[in-house]
């Protein structure tokens, strides 16, 4: 009898905790969320948009046909949702992916959205379409592609040349918005229209950018915020010290780096702030056209002499990962394990043995205490190019090679770089979707134009199409994992380690999930609310 | 008088138009245009799409006909559009003109009320402990960078009181448009103020030096009366110079300035379209200033004969 009372205490303090819980949770309706922008974006086109600074302001603008679960961290195949779409499925070959569409969605002027303005999108996004992008830099993502045709107003399909899984995981990206057929590209780059949680209201450059609640939006109820102000704020000690001071309820996101990170948390102790990577890797990019690069054994002596650690401890306080191309587990789905990374010549822990083969390479190829090779170390003038540049230019000393920082301005970085004009260049590579097919088509692939070292391995690109149509996701991990142990060997663009940044608001706000393998993917915000 | 007002007026206009040449070319010289940063953003180059949007800008063209069209459209008031916002260039610059100008002007009220007395009193008690202790602050003024002081500004009042100025760009009341300006003014003002002190103590010593003063007090004038009516009227001359050529500066200062208040004026837009090559805007907004510092200069002379009537401008 005893325990069946205490059965009974339990259960309904069970359902009063929980009932409870379900209170303190519930959403509020109303508020703007006050959060400073780190730059101004050249416009406010997300299709034609190469950096953050678009996506984070401008993304619930729009809508996906499916989007990545905004509530989960980690991006994966199983995260993808359906949002435009209400469902998709695959034909038997795989080469066919068909979108139902839902229904009784408006643009933001009123207009019905129809399966031609998917159709419109993508073609615009393939080049095919009358009117043109300014930019289309996510082109070579949809080089699989036939043709989209609508069935009917409310169903359209991906007509693919071979089976590409993948696909999907580009069109959860924040990068893939649907845009409306009836407003042109370049009104989309000054007063975007979208059907998503929050309407355009105004883009100052410099100044600050306003998104106002949709009150049609399909999802009833959302969003829950009156709206979102982006206040754009170039200097990040005033931006954070604004943010300190309480004048923002959020930070940029991945905004602040890890030493900033420790101000914040001591200002601002009821701060929420999270460290996540970026799915950004700082990586060297090497002109192999030209002496002395084109040596291989100068290459791989190179890459065998980075002490990754060493750049992880002073640049980040032992906060990044190391890894290979794809973004190391467990936050990257891709990346290579442990073990395997081991393997490749240069990342194994014993950095002075990796030295004394390296030492031993330059010797080969003519180099020695006596005979140093000089280098330029080129980079772009931004402190997260610059520092990692002059680490850099220390280790490659343990090997005969002295290297001369050249600074350059970011006009002036990519045509340096398409002319070859360089020896060694410092880069950063943002991966905006954590998918195999996003990096290595667009950075490794024979003529890729973001392939700037023009690396091109015939065999390397079987393997890179293998892996491609490979539906079993294990499979196609054995074979990624063999590609990027490849490009390493290859020194095609040896990789330093993959960063990682933290982002802040205030306790009030609820609903935030930073992406842990992507900085693009995770800025709807429709369900975020301020418990004030 | 009017001879030399139409020979000034006339030497503005030919170095006005020997500036538009110099902004325009050198713009053109510095590598790099637009679509470069547009496509280095990118991370990619199409050569095709990249000639289109030379095309659509117009920077395809000869540069005498870019500078054509641009000139002949500065005269008329026509300033093309923004090539980042695609916005007309007068609608991005016009309204950042009265945020910077309030700026600048708070800053050269701040730089002349503080700078001209503690000028004057650090002359008039040269040789004291206040003196000294002036002297420190003016030497202290020039060597802080306005981009430092600014932060430190910043850092103590959220440090200390949990706040931070920041811009309101709509402030309703007068308290409220003092609070967004007085601070950043008092920032950038700082280094101008302790300028005009410095010329304004040494011309004033140099004054109270001249046999008038000695028989102005010999008659029995009081110091405030000497001091005042008979030195500073006769010592301001060159810290009126200091102070116009000040205002010309301050352009440098607010740049920074605005950057670290985050102030949405005209300085800091101007960096920020040099960054992009946003040649419409930087070319207008240059001659703008340009026209104003001439203004300035031109004025600044002008008011010597107001001031010295030993002055007189004649052919």
């Known amino acids: 009898?005893?325990?069946?009372?205490?059965?009974?205490?339990?259960?309904?303090?069970?359902?009063?905790?929980?009932?409870?819980?379900?209170?303190?949770?519930?959403?509020?309706?109303?508020?703007?969320?006050?959060?400073?922008?780190?730059?101004?974006?050249?416009?406010?086109?997300?299709?034609?948009?190469?950096?953050?600074?678009?996506?984070?302001?401008?993304?619930?603008?729009?809508n996906n046909l499916v989007i990545y679960d905004q509530h989960k961290a980690q991006n994966s195949p199983d995260s993808i949702k359906p949002e435009l779409a209400e469902s998709w499925s695959w034909s038997g070959d795989n080469k066919k992916l068909t979108f139902k569409l839902r229904q009784g969605v408006k643009w933001?002027?009123?207009?019905?959205?129809?399966?031609?303005?998917?159709?419109?999108?993508?073609?615009?996004?393939?080049?095919?379409?009358?009117?043109?992008?300014?930019?289309?830099?996510?082109?070579?993502?949809?080089?699989?592609?036939?043709?989209?045709?609508?069935?009917?107003?409310?169903?359209?399909?991906?007509?693919?040349?071979?089976?590409?899984?993948?696909?999907?995981?580009?069109?959860?990206?924040?990068?893939?918005?649907?845009?409306?057929?009836?407003?042109?590209?370049?009104?989309?780059?000054?007063?975007p229209i979208g059907t998503g949680p929050f309407k355009f209201v105004e883009f100052k450059a410099n100044e600050s950018i306003k998104l106002a609640r949709n009150p049609d939006y399909w999802r009833k109820g959302l969003p829950h915020l009156d709206g979102v102000e982006y206040t754009i704020i170039t200097n990040r000690s005033t931006a954070i010290l604004a943010f300190?001071?309480?004048?923002?309820?959020?930070?940029?996101?991945?905004?602040?780096?890890?030493?900033?990170?420790?101000?914040?948390?001591?200002?601002?102790?009821?701060?929420?702030?999270?460290?996540?990577?970026?799915?950004?890797?700082?990586?060297?990019?090497?002109?192999?056209?030209?002496?002395?690069?084109?040596?291989?054994?100068?290459?791989?002596?190179?890459?065998?002499?980075?002490?990754?650690?060493?750049?992880?401890?002073?640049?980040?306080?032992?906060?990044?990962?190391?890894g290979g191309t794809m973004l190391p587990p467990p936050q990257g789905i891709w990346g290579m394990p442990k073990d395997k990374l081991a393997t490749i010549p240069g990342y194994g822990p014993d950095v002075n043995a990796n030295r004394e083969e390296a030492?031993?390479?330059?010797?080969?190829?003519?180099?020695?205490?006596?005979?140093?090779?000089?280098?330029?170390?080129?980079?772009?003038?931004?402190?997260?190019?610059?520092?990692p540049a002059v680490i850099l230019i220390d280790q490659l000393k343990s090997i005969y090679i002295d290297g001369e920082l050249d600074v350059v301005e970011t006009a002036n970085w990519f045509p340096k770089v398409a002319r070859k004009d360089y020896m060694l260049g410092l880069n950063l590579t943002g991966n905006s979707v954590d998918d195999p097919d996003q990096s290595f088509y667009e950075n490794y692939s024979c003529g890729s134009e973001r392939n700037y070292t023009n690396y091109c391995n015939k065999e390397i690109e079987k393997l890179f199409d293998a892996q491609s149509q490979e539906t079993d996701v294990n499979k196609r991990k054995q074979l990624v994992w063999e590609i990027d142990k490849k490009l390493q060997e290859d020194v095609a663009r040896p990789i330093i380690f993959h960063a990682r940044a933290g982002s802040c608001w205030q306790p009030y706000v609820k609903g935030v999930t930073i992406m842990s393998n992507s900085s693009y993917n995770g800025f709807r915000y429709e369900d975020v609310w301020m418990d004030k | 008088?009017?001879?030399?007002?139409?020979?000034?007026?006339?030497?503005?206009?030919?170095?006005?138009?020997?500036?538009?040449?110099?902004?325009?070319?050198?713009?053109?010289?510095?590598?790099?245009?637009?679509?470069?940063?547009?496509?280095?953003?990118?991370?990619?180059?199409?050569?095709?799409?990249?000639?289109?949007?030379?095309?659509?800008?117009?920077?395809?063209?000869?540069?005498?006909?870019?500078?054509?069209?641009?000139?002949?459209?500065?005269?008329?008031?026509?300033?093309?559009?923004?090539?980042?916002?695609?916005?007309?260039?007068?609608?991005?610059?016009?309204?950042?003109?009265?945020?910077?100008?309030?700026?600048?002007?708070?800053?050269?009220?701040?730089?002349?009320?503080?700078?001209?007395?503690?000028?004057v009193i650090s002359a008039v008690k040269q040789g004291t402990r206040l003196d000294y202790g002036l002297r420190v602050v003016s030497l202290s003024g020039l060597s802080l960078p306005s981009f430092w002081l600014g932060l430190l500004i910043l850092t103590a009042s959220v440090a200390m009181f949990g706040q931070m100025p920041i811009f309101n760009p709509n402030p309703q009341t007068w308290l409220e448009a003092f609070a967004t300006y007085a601070v950043p003014a008092a920032a950038v003002g700082f280094r101008s103020a302790a300028l005009t002190m410095r010329i304004t103590r040494s011309s004033m010593l140099e004054v109270l030096r001249q046999d008038y003063i000695r028989t102005a007090r010999a008659k029995g004038a009081s110091d405030a009366a000497v001091n005042y009516q008979h030195a500073l009227k006769n010592a301001i001359l060159p810290v009126i110079t200091v102070i116009g050529i000040e205002a010309a500066f301050l352009i440098g200062g607010l740049i920074v300035t605005e950057t670290v208040f985050n102030i949405p004026g005209v300085a800091r837009f101007l960096v920020e379209a040099i960054r992009w090559r946003d040649y419409p805007i930087v070319q207008n907004l240059v001659m703008l200033i340009a026209v104003v510092v001439v203004s300035a200069n031109f004025i600044v002379d002008m008011l010597y004969a107001v001031f010295d009537p030993r002055i007189r401008y004649t052919d």
Not at chain 1, 133 to 153: A, C, F, H, I, S
């Open chain 1, 1 to 62: 009898m005893r325990s069946v009372w205490a059965l009974a205490v339990v259960a309904a303090l069970s359902v009063l905790t929980a009932s409870t819980t379900t209170l303190a949770g519930e959403p509020k309706q109303g508020g703007i969320l006050r959060i400073y922008h780190r730059d101004s974006p050249a416009n406010a086109s997300i299709l034609e948009g190469a950096t953050y600074s678009v996506n984070v302001p401008f993304m619930g603008v729009f």
């Open chain 1, 108 to 191: 933001h002027d009123g207009k019905p959205f129809t399966s031609a303005d998917v159709k419109c999108s993508f073609d615009l996004l393939m080049g095919k379409s009358q009117q043109k992008l300014r930019q289309n830099p996510r082109k070579t993502w949809y080089e699989q592609v036939n043709d989209v045709t609508p069935n009917g107003d409310f169903e359209v399909s991906f007509d693919l040349k071979r089976p590409q899984p993948s696909l999907l995981a580009m069109l959860a990206s924040g990068y893939t918005p649907v845009y409306p057929c009836h407003v042109s590209p370049a009104e989309m780059r000054t007063h």
């Open chain 1, 244 to 322: 300190v001071a309480g004048k923002f309820d959020m930070t940029f996101p991945t905004h602040i780096t890890i030493p900033l990170l420790k101000d914040i948390k001591s200002q601002a102790p009821n701060a929420t702030c999270v460290v996540e990577p970026t799915n950004v890797s700082t990586n060297i990019i090497v002109n192999s056209t030209a002496p002395p690069f084109d040596n291989i054994d100068i290459r791989r002596a190179m890459a065998m002499a980075l002490d990754r650690k060493a750049f992880v401890d002073i640049l980040f306080e032992g906060q990044a990962d190391v």
């Open chain 1, 359 to 387: 030492k031993k390479l330059m010797q080969k190829a003519g180099y020695g205490p006596d005979k140093h090779l000089a280098v330029k170390v080129s980079t772009r003038n931004l402190a997260e190019y610059r520092d």
């Open chain 2, 1 to 119: 008088m009017f001879a030399y007002l139409v020979r000034r007026l006339f030497l503005m206009l030919v170095t006005l138009f020997g500036i538009s040449v110099v902004i325009f070319f050198l713009l053109r010289i510095v590598p790099g245009n637009i679509v470069d940063i547009l496509f280095a953003a990118a991370g990619y180059v199409d050569p095709a799409d990249k000639a289109n949007l030379e095309k659509e800008l117009g920077i395809d063209q000869p540069l005498i006909v870019q500078y054509w069209h641009w000139i002949s459209g500065f005269l008329r008031g026509d300033f093309g559009y923004s090539y980042v916002s695609e916005k007309p260039a007068l609608q991005e610059i016009l309204p950042r003109i009265p945020i910077t100008a309030r700026l600048a002007g708070l800053a050269l009220l701040f730089s002349a009320s503080i700078g001209i007395p503690l000028g």
